[in-house]
């Protein structure tokens, strides 16, 4: 068993304070509380605000990472303050000192309550967040693969605490994207094997230019997800299935300039950074660059392109010929290609539902020994 | 001032059923909750919904099985209703999107779960309340044309009319301190149970007993609250609850002497007996000194049997709350667990269909007693009671609202409860703290009124809560703002759950015999004789009286009960 009765100790919490009341501009409070180490950087607060004062702000309810409520920033990155143990969260403290705050993306109320209706739920009624039956309605029930709803578990298991919104960089650009949570819900449909809409619901998220083709693949999503929901992987999966399954070709050029990067990628071993805008927007062939359409759009381009020269990114030479790898090199990459598109059906990653029931090398010491190895339970899974 | 045909308070499993029931009637509805409705604690439901869905299953076996488990407190009438509709309820969730697991073939998968026959829970994961919960606000965003929502709106008082009708509530607005009354044809309670008034409890902070304590104010007389659940594995560490889908699955309990014990205690049904008898089981044990852990205060639960997989996929939930709170990979290992306070049997009385004594108010859920759980709920059965009593209740206001006029509502309540809390915030900082008040409850009523009780005990509990009474009337608090002055709210919640405690204790200290939930070490037999009934438990001036009401018999006698 792994010891659990670790002596209370002492942190000290750095609040960011906001009352909305006192015309102030926020500021920070610290408190200093006594807890075992293992205990959360909530009940931390929760004492802070039973034991010195009443008035520190924060949505919570379940304490065991499941309502949602109390998504924070703790040293300057969201999550869960009922997630985060108070050890962990002061080892990551650059003083010492653990930072709590607001969410990010969204605007303050008091202390460390954000306006999640005025962003979050915004967005989430934004993807049609219900199920559109198809009919007709069967007496029983639908019948469904075990795997689906398995799967679409993952997006169901969102607890819409807004962390991954918090921090969402495509959405701090452009507020106006869609954003993490919001498409996860949207994935959820579209996975479902009940959903009449798929095509429809793909296309308004594939046309709409601050929807599925809007992220920009930074992974942050996927890191301050407290429930492995993968927000980011769920978008991937919607442009997947929106351009290779209902060939929608959005007004975006989302789905060619994907197209263009992995057939750039496939012939040359790696990108031609030249080829990638002109082909994104007139098609995905050499002759992509001459359709009027990729002129248009290269005319308006045509500032970030003198940048890029100016800046050294791209050269004359680069433009007009791409990159050269060993023979090889450029076999390897074709071979990873032949790989993956010779398989019947799309592997996807899905990290909440994989688990193999292998035995670890070291699992003969016997299991309750096991004590302090360390496991992992969320990233073993099916191949990606 | 707003008025509707049907005013729901609550945004749980229970009201939102009850919304959505009512507006499909064509009623005019509104749904109001102190907190966005995806954070009730119905989110917290893991395991499963028990309904008679496969072919080899039938109702009565359900209701059957149910009746056992409430050791025969249970009202049978209701019980059939609920078993009966199980089947139906469970479809129309499928329905309209949630996402529950499948069999080979693609149907509902069945896992097995404490107290039942045969295996009848249709489940989500360990996440099924979450799963429920959700879908039903993807459907109140779909019809948020029929159904106004007052999200983060906290209900201060019922309003009744002349006559003793009920006639709306009076509420704050969380986000802007500002006071409001309600008026509505009838009001639906739907605001859950009353798990803070023990602690440790697996009930979420927001759980205070509000709808309950609001009903007994007016008159509503309460039933069966003697009978509080203690889940039999929650987290030593911090009272978290651990799922019975473990059990479900095939996970185990053993002592500190390796012993998997409940062979002693319920040789047929072992780890999936009723609650009560888990739980009695396992302090019995840590009791008798063959406890594990430091002080010997836990038990093992042993969830290294269920094949890693399968744990991985279907028990997914506990698997992180083993990792991230008590630092323990229950796919490897076994985690330390003991009972913790879960759920209260009893609640406001109703009817089949949700209606109090009190006209125009229905209550639903946990905050309500029908009495389907009797002396004590199966697992499972939570989701369920919800759902269809919650739809009853739903269905029927709307009906009867389309026989009656508004009501007028006056502002005397409104001006009432801005002067209580106008109380509040100018108290002196002199007397104690509302946290500290709480905490004393919370320790006192684990300590008297838990899985073993006895007179000297729960004597001792009802003068602690007699004082804390007194006290709590002088408590200060620190936050003097209006906007989300949650510390203003603790001060109110704390009135609520002292009502609660109160009645939980005079009920307990009126029963004496032993019976699901409430064992009595001093009158260790049931006896039917003389307790073959209901304890009702209405206000009467200063303090509360103790009356009784039958159980309602239909098929089954009681009898012997063994697991």
């Given at each position: 068993m792994a010891d659990t009765h670790r002596p209370p100790e002492e942190f000290t919490l750095r609040m960011l304070r906001y009352d909305p009341e006192s015309g102030e501009a926020p500021y920070w409070d610290e408190h200093t509380i006594t807890l075992e180490p293992h205990r959360s950087v909530l009940e931390g607060i929760l004492q802070a605000r039973a034991r010195f004062d009443g008035s520190i702000g924060i949505r919570c309810s379940c304490r065991a990472a499941i309502c949602g409520s109390c998504g924070v920033r703790i040293n300057g990155e969201p999550g869960l303050a009922c997630h985060t143990h108070l050890d962990h969260a002061r080892d990551s403290a650059t003083d010492g000192v653990i930072e709590i705050e607001p969410m990010g993306n969204m605007p303050v109320?008091?202390?460390?309550?954000?306006?999640?209706?005025?962003?979050h739920w915004k967005k989430v009624q934004r993807v049609t967040p219900w199920l559109i039956a198809k009919q007709p309605v069967p007496e029983r029930e639908y019948l469904a693969s075990h795997e689906s709803m398995v799967d679409i578990t993952q997006t169901m298991a969102c607890i819409q605490c807004g962390a991954c919104v918090s921090d969402c960089l495509a959405m701090e650009v452009d507020p106006g994207f869609i954003g993490p949570a919001a498409l996860a819900k949207a994935y959820r449909f579209v996975g479902d094997p009940r959903d009449a809409e798929h095509d429809a619901r793909l296309r308004d998220l594939a046309h709409d230019?601050?929807?599925?083709?809007?992220?920009?693949?930074?992974?942050k999503c996927v890191e301050a997800c407290p429930k492995d929901v993968n927000p980011m992987g769920q978008i991937m999966r919607l442009r997947r299935i929106a351009g290779s399954d209902f060939k929608i070709v959005d007004k975006n050029n989302g789905e060619r300039h994907e197209a263009a990067f992995t057939t750039l990628v496939r012939d040359h071993g790696l990108l031609w950074e030249a080829e990638l805008l002109p082909r994104s927007y007139g098609g995905n062939s050499r002759w992509g660059k001459f359709s009027p359409r990729a002129g248009k759009e290269l005319i308006s381009s045509l500032p970030a392109i003198l940048k890029a020269l100016a800046r050294g990114k791209v050269t004359a030479m680069g433009a007009l010929k791409p990159h050269k790898i060993p023979k090889r090199d450029l076999e390897s990459v074709r071979s990873i290609y032949d790989r993956i598109e010779g398989r019947e059906e799309r592997y996807e990653l899905n990290l909440y539902v994989t688990g193999h029931d292998e035995e670890e090398p070291t699992a003969a010491a016997g299991a309750g020994s096991a004590g302090s190895a360390p496991t992992t339970t969320s990233t073993e899974g099916s191949p990606g | 001032m707003p008025a509707h045909d049907v005013l729901i308070i609550g945004a749980g499993l229970a009201g939102q059923r009850a919304a959505l029931a009512a507006a499909l009637e064509g009623a005019s509805v509104a749904i109001m909750s102190k907190v966005h409705p995806v954070r009730s604690h119905s989110v917290a439901a893991a395991g499963g919904i028990n309904a008679a869905i496969s072919v080899d299953d039938d109702w009565h076996s359900h209701a059957y099985d149910t009746v056992k488990g409430s050791d025969f407190l249970g009202d049978q009438d209701a019980i059939e209703i609920m078993c009966s509709e199980a089947p139906h309820e469970v479809m129309h969730l499928e329905h309209i999107g949630v996402t529950f697991h499948r069999n080979e073939k693609g149907e509902l998968d069945l896992r097995a779960f404490g107290g039942a026959s045969v295996k009848r829970t249709a489940y989500v994961a360990d996440i099924t309340g979450q799963a429920i919960l959700h879908v039903l606000y993807e459907q109140l965003m779909k019809h948020h044309g029929r159904v106004e929502r007052y999200e983060e709106w906290f209900t201060t008082s019922l309003v009744q009319d002349a006559d003793g009708r009920c006639c709306g509530v009076v509420a704050r607005n969380v986000r802007s301190g500002s006071m409001e009354t309600f008026r509505a044809k009838n009001v639906i309670l739907?605001?859950?149970?009353?798990?803070?008034?023990?602690?440790?409890?697996?009930?979420?902070?927001?759980?205070?007993?509000d709808g309950i304590a609001q009903a007994y104010r007016v008159g509503a007389p309460l039933m069966d609250m003697e009978m509080v659940q203690y889940h039999p594995t929650t987290l030593v560490e911090n009272g978290l609850l651990i799922t019975e889908g473990a059990r479900g699955e095939g996970a185990v309990l053993l002592n500190s002497e390796g012993e998997r014990f409940m062979e002693k205690y319920a040789p047929n049904k072992m780890e999936l007996a009723s609650r009560d008898v888990v739980s009695r089981a396992e302090q019995t044990e840590i009791l008798e000194g063959r406890g594990v852990g430091a002080d010997g205060s836990g038990i093992y639960l042993d969830i290294t049997k269920v094949p890693r997989k399968r744990t991985l996929e279907a028990l997914r939930e506990i698997v992180n709350i083993g990792k991230d709170f008590a630092g323990v990979d229950i796919t490897r290992e076994p985690i330390m667990i003991r009972p913790g306070q879960h759920y209260i049997m009893g609640g406001v009385k109703t009817d089949v269909n949700g209606a109090t004594s009190i006209e125009g108010l229905y209550a639903a859920g946990e905050v309500a007693c029908v009495s389907v759980h009797g002396g004590n709920r199966l697992g499972a059965n939570s989701l369920l009671d919800t759902l269809i009593f919650g739809r009853r209740a739903g269905e029927h206001a709307a009906k009867r609202a389309l026989s009656i006029p508004m009501p007028d509502a006056s502002d005397a309540q409104l001006h009432a409860d801005v002067a209580m809390i106008d109380e509040i915030l100018a108290r002196e900082r002199t007397g104690r703290r509302i946290s500290e008040i709480k905490d004393e409850l919370g320790d006192t009523m684990n300590q008297y009124v838990a899985v073993y009780r006895d007179q000297e005990g729960l004597q001792k509990a009802h003068e602690v809560i007699g004082r804390l009474k007194q006290e709590a009337q002088r408590a200060y608090i620190d936050d003097r703002g209006t906007v989300f002055n949650q510390d203003v709210l603790g001060a109110i919640e704390l009135g609520y759950m002292l009502d609660c405690a109160e009645a939980i204790v005079v009920a307990a200290i009126e029963r004496k015999e032993s019976r699901g939930a409430q064992f009595r070490t001093d009158f260790p037999e049931r006896n039917d004789e003389e307790w073959l009934k209901h304890i009702v438990i209405s206000p009467n001036g200063d303090g509360p009286q103790v009356g009784y009401s039958p159980v309602t018999m239909t098929q089954w006698q009681p009898e012997e009960r063994k697991y």
């Open positions: 109320i008091k202390d460390l309550i954000v306006d999640m209706d005025a962003v230019p601050q929807g599925i083709y809007d992220c920009t693949h930074c992974f | 739907a605001c859950g149970g009353a798990g803070q008034v023990y602690r440790p409890t697996t009930n979420a902070l927001i759980v205070t007993g």
